[in-house]
């Protein structure tokens, strides 16, 4: 439901209804003034509300806080600027935040005991969300574009290791270091909160550093099933996807979905080192690798992946037009046409 213009009738018919619904859609545009937003100043209570979708919504105090919807399980965000410090929910169970917009300078905590799935999808700007305690997450869809601030303006994928603010984004990835960390440098940031997943989906553009980082300190993922993983987990010698291979004991299905493009640099610094000749989970079932092209980048992949001890019987490789809707074309995968 769009609401009406004006704020204050808006807010006012809000905090009327709110108690009746059970399903709530709130479309606004982000006012220019912070404080006209009916959301930024005041908490929701609701016994009976469910499901809340906002667009457009504006949230400036330092949490936001839905304890007071305790029957809440689904939340969608859609262009919202969510300028705060914590997302509170003890029974949110599907949480979808699709580009939003956060401060540049600290990160949203988000550590819901319930949640079952997260979406986080196209990072509007700001800082990447600090991920804490999980516990029933069993599904999560990340997807990081170029425009969160995330990224090394030099172009590395796992820091440029910044002592100076030349580069905002690493020099400020743990928080402004003249008033000391914000986050603890010696932990994740993000990967680890997702470890209790059953089904992961990562996806970023090469610039942004926060998977890699986060590597130095990859937790085991021991419920994990299924995944996904762009081109991001192919720089320095394939180590993110070596990375995953070891981390994930019970992992039956690998996905690597590829990008038209030249492969990675294979600089790297201080970041995970592979542990051994075997990674593959003795649960692994299948690996497929998605692509437009069959080039270099492709038969590098199948040469790291029978190194680490996957049969090439378990590779399945789909060429794609890049049309959508047009199909794909297996490719066989064979030791003579791999020479190795």
């Known amino acids: 439901m769009l609401l009406p213009a004006n704020q204050r009738r808006a807010s006012n018919w809000l905090w009327k209804a709110l108690p009746r619904v059970r399903a ?83 990160r949203i905590l988000i550590s819901l005991p319930n949640l079952v799935s997260l979406e986080l999808i196209e990072w509007g700007q700001g800082r990447i969300p600090l991920l804490g305690s999980l516990p029933s997450l069993a599904r999560a869809v990340v997807v990081l574009k170029e425009s969160c601030a995330d990224q090394c303006s030099q172009g590395r994928f796992d820091s440029c290791g910044a002592d100076d603010d030349m580069c905002d984004s690493c020099y400020y990835y743990y928080g402004d270091p003249e008033r000391g960390p914000q986050y603890d440098c010696n932990n994740c940031i993000f990967l680890k909160g997702l470890s209790e997943a059953r089904d992961l989906e990562l996806s970023a553009n090469s610039d942004i550093v926060v998977f890699n980082r986060d590597l130095k300190w990859c937790p ?73 092209n069959v080039d270099n980048k492709v038969h590098k992949i199948l040469k790291i992946l029978a190194t680490y001890g996957i049969h090439l019987e378990q590779i399945s490789v789909q060429q794609t037009s890049g049309i959508p809707g047009s199909g794909c074309e297996l490719y066989s995968v064979s030791k003579e046409n791999l020479k190795l």
């Open 24 to 106: 709530l859609r709130l479309r606004l545009r982000i006012p220019e003034d912070p404080g006209a937003s009916p959301l930024s100043d005041m908490h929701l209570f609701s016994q009976h509300l469910t499901r809340l979708e906002l667009v457009g919504v504006g949230f400036y105090d330092t949490v936001v806080d839905f304890t007071g919807c305790p029957a809440l399980v689904e939340l969608s965000m859609d262009t919202c600027d969510v300028f705060v410090k914590q997302l509170l929910s003890p029974s949110l169970k599907h949480l979808r935040i699709t580009r939003c917009y956060a401060h540049d300078n600290y």
């Open 220 to 292: 085991t993922f021991t419920k994990l099933k299924t995944l996904l993983l762009n081109d991001w987990c192919l720089a320095a010698d394939h180590n993110a996807l070596i990375c995953f291979l070891q981390h994930s004991p019970i992992l039956e299905k690998l996905t690597l979905q590829l990008s038209k493009g030249p492969p990675y640099v294979t600089e790297a610094e201080g970041i995970y080192k592979p542990l051994g000749q075997s990674v593959a989970s003795n649960c692994l079932k299948i690996v497929e690798i998605k692509c437009e």
